[in-house]
């Protein structure tokens, strides 16, 4: 990072030489598509790039890079808000009123662990079978269902919270 911050040639290839899959890995990790995981790397590089005099000394550059590429894959997901919202999600609804746009929809489950979003919108949104969910996520198939009836009724339970203390 030294001949970064100094301008030196050849300090930016040295970098990515020795960070970048770590960079790839980290953001892939959360992203799960090699598209999204390369534009976080790019993001991640120009922000080294740009804070190269003002980057914090630390004893774990592994550690903070990886959390600075998760930071931004997550970031890269909520701008693009990632998965268009369908129209029909009435697995989640079950009755509760209707939820107008995407916002509302990704609100509604933000409070869910990421794994349990994944999940939620991979079979709600994307229509995705459980076998497929299974396998991207790399579960086997009854923790995926358990894990997605779980979320949905943890849905279902902040739903009727919020309508009985008239949010």
Not at 14 to 31: D, M, P, Q
Not at 104 to 129: G, T
Not at 131 to 157: F, Q
Request: proline share 3%; with cysteine.
């Amino acid at each position: 990072m030294q001949k970064i911050a100094e301008g030196r040639k050849g300090g930016m290839e040295e970098f990515y030489g020795l960070y970048g899959k770590l960079i790839y890995y980290a953001a892939y990790s959360v992203c799960r598509t090699k598209a999204d995981a390369d534009d976080v790397v790019n993001k991640v590089l120009i922000k080294i790039w740009n804070l190269s005099s003002a980057l914090p000394e630390t004893e774990n550059p592994e550690g903070w890079l990886y959390s600075v590429s998760v930071n931004a894959a997550k970031d890269l997901l909520r701008e693009r808000r990632y998965l268009p919202l369908h129209e029909d999600y009435s697995d989640a609804r079950d009755g509760a009123e209707d939820i107008d746009g995407e916002d509302a929809f990704y609100s509604m489950i933000d409070f869910l662990s990421e794994a349990e979003r994944r999940i939620i919108v991979c079979r709600i949104i994307r229509k995705m079978p459980f076998g497929e969910i299974a396998e991207e996520e790399g579960m086997p198939l009854g923790s995926v269902t358990a894990m997605y009836y779980r979320s949905l009724k943890k849905v279902r339970e902040q739903l009727e919270g919020r309508m009985e203390s008239g949010k």
